[in-house]
């Protein structure tokens, strides 16, 4: 007979989706989910496989929490001037404190080597390509745009947001300012 669960998949997710937007993928060991998620090791591998698969869920947890931003973009009707938003809002977001944990995507991205494993290398991809549709999607509001020039801005914005996460661990509200008003300058 299967023994029954005795905690909620999504709050211990939650728990290491923390952990690895705090400390890293790379630096978050199997103990440190242990003890963040709050169950043992036999438990985290019968439900999610491994550290990999922990992971993976993490970020889909990541994903949730992050589209309730991205969708307030889609819906609005703004077009860059919405984008612009976009990005102070993911400022707000990634805040812990006073200082930002920037972006587990950005943070997991500029951590792991080119070995790492294709599912998460994958994930990564699929995630930024995604946020960058919704760039691209807004773009278009501005029918003056055509394609090309769409394509280019979104992607000049996703490198952008990319930056953006890096910088709000360790720059000024002012610093991250003068860089969201120097990034739209040139749309």
């Given at each position: 007979m299967?023994?029954?669960?005795?905690?909620?998949?999504?709050?211990?997710?939650?728990?290491?989706?923390?952990?690895?937007?705090?400390?890293?993928?790379?630096?978050?060991?199997?103990?440190?989910?242990?003890?963040?998620?709050?169950?043992n090791k036999f438990s985290i591998y019968s439900s999610f496989g491994n550290k990999?698969?922990?992971?993976?869920?993490?970020?889909?947890?990541?994903?949730?929490?992050?589209?309730?931003?991205?969708?307030?973009?889609?819906?609005?009707?703004?077009?860059?001037?919405?984008?612009?938003?976009?990005?102070?809002?993911f400022i707000e977001f990634s805040k812990e404190n006073e200082i930002g944990k920037g972006c587990l995507?950005?943070?997991?991205?500029n951590e792991i080597s080119q070995d790492a494993d294709d599912s998460i290398k994958e994930a990564l991809f699929s995630f930024t390509e995604n946020v960058r549709s919704v760039f691209a999607l807004v773009l278009k509001q501005d029918t003056t745009?055509?394609?090309?020039?769409?394509?280019?801005?979104?992607?000049?914005?996703i490198i952008s947001m990319?930056?953006?996460?890096?910088?709000?661990r360790i720059f000024t509200k002012t610093q991250l300012d003068n860089y969201i008003q120097n990034i739209f300058i040139n749309l």
């Open positions: 299967p023994r029954t669960k005795k905690y909620n998949e999504q709050e211990v997710i939650e728990k290491a989706m923390n952990a690895f937007w705090h400390h890293g993928y790379e630096a978050t060991s199997m103990q440190m989910l242990e003890k963040e998620m709050g169950i990999n698969g922990v992971f993976l869920e993490s970020l889909k947890c990541y994903k949730q929490k992050l589209n309730v931003l991205l969708n307030t973009l889609k819906d609005s009707n703004k077009g860059i001037n919405g984008i612009k938003e976009y990005f102070y809002d995507i950005t943070n997991t991205a745009k055509d394609q090309v020039t769409v394509e280019q801005q979104a992607d000049y914005l990319f930056g953006l996460s890096s910088a709000t």
